[in-house]
Protein backbone atom coordinates (compact mmCIF):
# COMPACT_ATOMS: atom_id res chain seq x y z
CA UNK A 1 0.00 0.00 0.00
CA UNK A 2 1.57 3.32 -0.49
CA UNK A 3 0.43 6.14 1.32
CA UNK A 4 1.16 10.31 -0.18
CA UNK A 5 1.40 13.19 2.34
CA UNK A 6 1.73 16.67 0.52
CA UNK A 7 2.95 19.83 1.98
CA UNK A 8 4.19 23.51 1.21
CA UNK A 9 0.59 25.48 -0.08
CA UNK A 10 0.02 28.82 0.57
CA UNK A 11 -0.89 31.87 -0.55
CA UNK A 12 1.24 33.94 -2.44
CA UNK A 13 1.46 37.01 -4.76
CA UNK A 14 2.06 36.71 -8.56
CA UNK A 15 5.46 36.10 -9.51
CA UNK A 16 5.80 34.84 -6.13
CA UNK A 17 7.71 30.91 -5.40
CA UNK A 18 6.34 27.73 -3.89
CA UNK A 19 7.53 24.89 -2.76
CA UNK A 20 5.30 21.26 -2.60
CA UNK A 21 6.81 18.47 -1.01
CA UNK A 22 5.07 14.99 -1.11
CA UNK A 23 6.37 12.43 1.39
CA UNK A 24 5.76 8.77 -0.38
CA UNK A 25 6.05 5.48 1.14
CA UNK A 26 5.17 1.71 0.46
CA UNK A 27 6.55 1.22 -3.15
CA UNK A 28 9.88 0.48 -2.85
CA UNK A 29 10.51 -2.39 -4.64
CA UNK A 30 8.40 -1.64 -7.63
CA UNK A 31 8.46 0.22 -11.10
CA UNK A 32 6.52 3.64 -10.64
CA UNK A 33 5.52 7.08 -11.60
CA UNK A 34 4.75 9.85 -9.72
CA UNK A 35 3.61 13.23 -10.09
CA UNK A 36 1.40 16.49 -9.79
CA UNK A 37 -2.02 17.00 -10.61
CA UNK A 38 -4.10 19.75 -10.00
CA UNK A 39 -7.80 21.24 -9.46
CA UNK A 40 -9.23 24.19 -10.06
CA UNK A 41 -13.20 24.86 -9.20
CA UNK A 42 -15.20 23.85 -11.76
CA UNK A 43 -12.23 22.42 -13.64
CA UNK A 44 -11.17 19.02 -14.49
CA UNK A 45 -8.26 17.49 -12.83
CA UNK A 46 -5.04 18.25 -14.66
CA UNK A 47 -1.50 16.73 -14.66
CA UNK A 48 1.26 19.30 -13.97
CA UNK A 49 3.92 17.26 -13.97
CA UNK A 50 5.80 13.85 -13.30
CA UNK A 51 8.77 11.36 -13.75
CA UNK A 52 8.93 7.82 -13.24
CA UNK A 53 11.29 5.49 -12.54
CA UNK A 54 12.95 5.66 -15.98
CA UNK A 55 13.76 9.15 -15.27
CA UNK A 56 11.75 10.29 -17.71
CA UNK A 57 10.20 13.91 -16.74
CA UNK A 58 6.92 15.91 -18.00
CA UNK A 59 5.55 18.41 -18.16
CA UNK A 60 2.63 20.28 -19.03
CA UNK A 61 2.95 23.48 -21.20
CA UNK A 62 1.27 25.72 -18.88
CA UNK A 63 4.07 25.24 -16.56
CA UNK A 64 7.11 24.61 -18.63
CA UNK A 65 10.27 26.49 -17.91
CA UNK A 66 8.70 28.07 -14.69
CA UNK A 67 7.70 24.54 -12.68
CA UNK A 68 10.49 21.57 -11.88
CA UNK A 69 8.99 18.41 -10.22
CA UNK A 70 12.14 16.16 -8.45
CA UNK A 71 12.66 13.56 -6.32
CA UNK A 72 14.75 13.06 -3.76
CA UNK A 73 17.71 10.67 -3.13
CA UNK A 74 16.30 8.22 -0.83
CA UNK A 75 13.49 7.75 -3.27
CA UNK A 76 10.81 8.98 -0.84
CA UNK A 77 9.95 12.74 -1.01
CA UNK A 78 8.63 14.42 -4.78
CA UNK A 79 9.13 17.82 -4.69
CA UNK A 80 7.68 20.56 -6.99
CA UNK A 81 9.05 23.95 -7.46
CA UNK A 82 7.35 26.57 -8.39
CA UNK A 83 8.89 29.73 -9.35
CA UNK A 84 6.82 32.69 -11.35
CA UNK A 85 3.61 31.61 -9.96
CA UNK A 86 0.66 33.15 -11.81
CA UNK A 87 -2.99 33.29 -10.53
CA UNK A 88 -3.95 30.96 -12.86
CA UNK A 89 -1.81 28.32 -10.98
CA UNK A 90 -3.83 28.86 -8.11
CA UNK A 91 -5.79 24.98 -7.42
CA UNK A 92 -5.94 22.17 -5.34
CA UNK A 93 -2.38 20.48 -5.76
CA UNK A 94 -2.45 16.27 -5.52
CA UNK A 95 0.60 13.83 -5.26
CA UNK A 96 0.17 10.83 -7.33
CA UNK A 97 1.82 7.65 -7.54
CA UNK A 98 1.32 4.74 -10.08
CA UNK A 99 3.54 1.54 -8.79
CA UNK A 100 3.63 -1.90 -10.70
CA UNK A 101 5.99 -4.59 -9.88
CA UNK A 102 9.55 -4.96 -11.75
CA UNK A 103 8.89 -6.27 -15.06
CA UNK A 104 5.33 -5.36 -15.66
CA UNK A 105 4.27 -3.70 -18.75
CA UNK A 106 3.53 0.25 -18.65
CA UNK A 107 1.79 0.04 -22.18
CA UNK A 108 -0.92 2.07 -22.52
CA UNK A 109 -0.13 4.49 -19.39
CA UNK A 110 -0.54 7.36 -19.69
CA UNK A 111 1.21 10.04 -17.14
CA UNK A 112 -0.95 12.85 -17.08
CA UNK A 113 -4.31 10.83 -17.41
CA UNK A 114 -5.43 10.86 -13.52
CA UNK A 115 -7.40 7.53 -13.71
CA UNK A 116 -3.95 5.49 -14.22
CA UNK A 117 -2.66 6.71 -11.25
CA UNK A 118 -3.63 4.59 -7.82
CA UNK A 119 -2.77 6.33 -5.16
CA UNK A 120 -3.51 9.90 -4.22
CA UNK A 121 -2.25 12.56 -1.45
CA UNK A 122 -4.83 14.35 0.50
CA UNK A 123 -3.84 17.40 -1.71
CA UNK A 124 -2.47 21.24 -0.64
CA UNK A 125 -4.00 24.62 -1.71
CA UNK A 126 -1.83 26.88 -4.09
CA UNK A 127 -3.20 30.73 -4.07
CA UNK A 128 -1.97 33.27 -6.15
CA UNK A 129 -3.46 36.29 -5.95
CA UNK A 130 -2.53 39.37 -8.59
Known amino acids: QVHLAESGGGSVQAGESLRLSCVAD????????MGWFRQAPGKEREGVAT???????KYADSVKGRFTVSLDNAGNTLYLQMNSLKPEDSAMYFC????????????????????????WGQGTQVTVSS
Open 96 to 119: AAAVRPYGATWFGFDPFRSADFGY
Open 51 to 57: LDSEGSI
Open 26 to 33: GYTTSTYC
